[in-house]
């Protein structure tokens, strides 16, 4: 009767730890992740609000992605200048 209580326990403890936590922190991730480009969008909208010229609103919003999607200076200003 102690014993299934014991291995009860250790099994709860161990799945929560190996398995429900790094689930809860890869759901958690992938949420921050989604919204990134929402900050951006927003960030860019606030600097023009403010007055900011475009490229340097742009350059706000470009300040927020992660750095490995984050496109260089000169990347965006050619897409930039490439719609006009």
């Known amino acids: 009767m102690i014993g ?4 009860g326990t250790f099994l709860g403890i161990f799945l929560a730890y190996a398995v429900a936590e790094p689930f809860a922190g890869l759901l958690e ?7 990134k480009e929402l900050q951006c969008i927003k960030s860019t909208l606030l600097a023009s609000m403010q007055g900011y010229a475009p490229m340097t609103a742009i350059e706000f919003g470009r300040k927020v992605l992660f750095s490995a999607e984050r496109p260089s200076f000169n990347e965006l200003e ?3 200048k490439g719609k006009k």
């Open 4 to 7: 299934s209580a014991l291995v």
């Open 29 to 35: 991730q992938k949420g921050e992740d989604g919204t």
């Open 78 to 80: 050619g897409h930039v």
